[in-house]
């Protein structure tokens, strides 16, 4: 059980109340990080702005968003994004095997370069050092470009910071959805 209560709009101060409209306008209800992060509205307002970009709006495929979002969740262990992720993962074709290795923390097979090249980067920055060899930097920049090296590095880091009031506050991960291991 979550250790925050969701709080309702009408018991949140008016100033926070349009913070709260914004989330539910762009994801549909309060859920995941935000019926935490909603007890700072700034921050809960500015995640989201950031959020919305990286998940709706980003120059990178939805497959390498779901692989960057997998790869953070597993060395997080936040069953929270595990649960969301993984059924998106497999609506943008990423396949179960690979999904199983992610989970299992096992490098997958199969990967295309572009895939390979996102789970070796989110490996790098999530384990050891936290820095991105000379070669993966260069093969991002050549692969996605400026923009897209910053994109999934952004993406990495995004998850990242999701998973932080997902696994302090215990968010309930969605019903019925894939579990992570722990």
């Given at each position: 059980m979550a250790r925050l209560p969701t709080p309702k709009r009408e018991d949140l101060p008016a100033e926070q109340q349009p913070v709260y409209d914004s989330i539910v306008a762009s994801r549909g209800q309060l859920q995941?990080?935000?019926?935490a992060l909603i007890y700072s509205p700034t921050v809960a307002g500015r995640v989201a702005e950031v959020g919305a970009y990286i998940r709706f709006e980003s120059t990178l495929p939805v497959a390498v968003r779901c692989l960057a979002a997998l790869m953070t969740a597993r060395e997080f262990?936040?069953?929270y994004e595990w649960a969301a992720w993984a059924p998106q993962a497999q609506q943008a074709g990423i396949s179960d095997e690979v999904i199983a290795a992610i989970h299992d923390r096992r490098s997958p097979g199969g990967?295309?370069?572009e895939h390979a090249l996102v789970v070796k980067a989110a490996e790098q920055?999530?384990?050891g050092n936290h820095h991105l060899s000379d070669n993966t930097?260069?093969?991002l920049i050549d692969t996605f470009g400026p923009q897209g090296a910053?994109?999934?590095t952004a993406t990495i880091g995004y998850f990242a910071l999701l998973a932080m009031p997902l696994n302090a506050f215990e968010v309930d991960a969605p019903a019925g959805r894939p579990r992570l291991s722990i």
């Open positions: 995941g990080p935000f019926t262990d936040c069953t990967l295309s370069n920055l999530l384990r930097y260069q093969a910053v994109e999934i």
